[in-house]
């Protein structure tokens, strides 16, 4: 089985057409996309629907009055949204029954790129193990390599999403199957085994240091609890007669 990991989502799709194709994708953009929409559907939200463009967040809104707004742009709340992209401010609500419209600047851009994957998980600290597992079962029911890819930041690597990689390998290892791990899966194991903490190692990301520019230490904080919550999110991309398409992610539990 092999694991590959990609570094940013700043790719052409075709570039990595076969990686996807015969991969499960696990997508990380842990400051903060993937950790809010942990926190949305630990909240008990229905669904999360990544959404390519405010613009189109909007129309969502205008078809279901049951669904709030949440994301950013440029780590700012995006004017009239309902919500920040904060994983710490959505855990304190009480979502159940409710489809939250997500719009980031990163993260939203990886979930469309891994579209034509197998299936596609969210995946961030705070579920990090129970997500593993949930793959490592649909992977033996489902012949598949690993595939995970990091959301970068505005193009780049960013130090956060490449830590939490490492410790996707690192825990990987610890199970008695064989994998065939690429050298970036090989390059990220060693940061995730170089660090003594997962706050250290959000502190010397570029992410890490912009939220800290924009006073978000509770968020810092809160996305680093490892395995704080045991559920997923699983992408389903749904034909839409407006849209064309949506990608809809929903809370996936082990079948």
């Known amino acids: 089985m092999k ?11 075709d570039e990595y057409q076969n990686y996807f194709l015969n991969s499960v994708c696990l997508v990380i953009d842990v400051l903060r996309a993937t950790s809010t929409i942990t926190a ?36 700012i709340i ?20 409710r489809s939250v419209v997500l719009k980031t600047t990163n993260g939203t851009k990886s979930f469309i790129k891994a579209k034509e994957s197998k299936a596609v998980f969210s995946i961030s600290i705070l579920n ?9 079962d649909y992977i033996n029911k489902n012949n598949s390599n690993i595939t995970v890819l990091c ?22 290892l610890k199970k008695p199957l ?24 959000f502190a010397k990301s570029s992410s890490g240091k912009a939220c800290k520019r924009l006073k978000l230490d509770s968020d810092i ?21 407006k849209f064309k398409s949506l990608f809809v992610i929903k809370p996936y539990f082990v079948q």
């Open 3 to 13: 694991v590959n990991v990609i570094l940013t989502n700043n790719f052409d799709s």
């Open 40 to 75: 949305i559907l630990g909240s008990g939200a229905d669904s999360v629907i990544v959404s390519k463009s405010k613009e189109q967040a909007f129309k969502l809104r205008e078809n279901n009055d049951n669904c709030i707004l949440c994301g950013e742009e440029n780590g």
């Open 78 to 97: 995006i004017e009239g949204f309902d919500y920040d992209n904060s994983p710490y401010e959505i855990s304190k609500l009480n979502l159940k029954g």
């Open 128 to 136: 990090l193990y129970y997500t593993l597992d949930c793959i490592l």
């Open 151 to 172: 959301s970068g930041k505005e193009g780049m690597v960013a130090y956060d999403d490449a830590f939490t990689a490492g410790l996707v390998v690192k825990y990987l």
């Open 178 to 201: 064989k994998f065939d791990f690429d050298d970036n899966a090989v390059l990220v194991l060693n940061a995730a085994l170089s660090e003594k903490s997962i706050i250290e190692a």
């Open 221 to 241: 904080q809160f996305c680093s609890k490892l395995n704080r919550y045991k559920i997923t999110g699983k992408l389903e991309v749904r034909k839409d007669n």
